[in-house]
T-cell receptor, first 115, second 112 residues
């Protein structure tokens, strides 16, 4: 079974803190993604990575950065957390292209509260 | 990106079939139709996908209109566990990055 794990289910941080959200997948997927999910706004793509050390901005990258030093691990970084970054954060991974598979596999999510 | 339109919510009785509609009138020839669902307090999970022909798997069936401007996800016997938000998403075949754009989805409620 494909597994995507996220470091925390719930996290509470203070405004201005640096926050690291970690995601690990065990299926040797090339692609990894970070989304945030907010009521009424659905899932929105923050960043994705198609290879180690490679990253591309998604729809809402402002206020976030990412790191992918190893194929299985993709980190989302909030350099200085703000209250408007309170949200559910979802990590996902997939193979590249249609040849090896097409599904995105999601982790359970991290509910981040910034106070 | 081509957009999809789904009803905000639907209701079903347990053990009855459920037909979840999706309109995608601006679909292009290289767009695959994907369905994901999100159970409460979980990340989304893949359900099924198709291009032109109807598709079946252990979870559901996908019926695609001949002109491909609409599709229907069919759950043959709804269970309480099927209560979730169902997302219909178009994915370009040439989108090697496998990026998905999620819309609002349909919230399915299943009554016992």
């Amino acid at each position: 079974d494909v597994k995507v794990t996220q470091s925390s289910r719930y996290l509470v941080k203070r405004t201005g803190e640096k926050v690291f959200l970690e995601c690990v997948q065990d299926m040797d997927h090339e692609n990894m993604f970070w989304y945030r999910q907010d009521p009424g706004l659905g899932l929105r793509l923050i960043y994705f990575s198609y290879d180690v050390k490679m990253k591309e901005k998604g729809d809402i990258p402002e206020g976030y950065s990412v790191s992918r030093e190893k194929k299985e691990r993709f980190s989302l970084i909030l350099e200085s957390a703000s209250t408007n970054q309170t949200s559910m954060y979802l990590c996902a991974s997939s193979f590249t292209g249609m040849g090896k598979g097409y599904e995105q596999y999601f982790g359970p999510g991290t509910r981040l509260t910034v106070t | 990106d081509a957009k999809t339109t789904q009803p905000n919510s639907m209701e079903s009785n347990e053990e009855e079939p459920v037909h979840l509609p999706c309109n995608h009138s601006t679909i292009s020839g290289t767009d695959y139709i994907h369905w994901y669902r999100q159970l409460p307090s979980q990340g989304p999970e893949y359900v099924i996908h198709g291009l032109t022909s109807n598709v079946n798997n252990r979870m559901a069936s996908l019926a695609i209109a001949e002109d491909r401007k609409s599709s229907t996800l069919i759950l043959h016997r709804a269970t309480l566990r099927d209560a979730a938000v169902y997302y219909c998403i178009l994915r370009d075949f040439y989108n090697a990055g496998n990026m998905l754009t999620f819309g609002g989805g349909t919230r399915l409620m299943v009554k016992p």
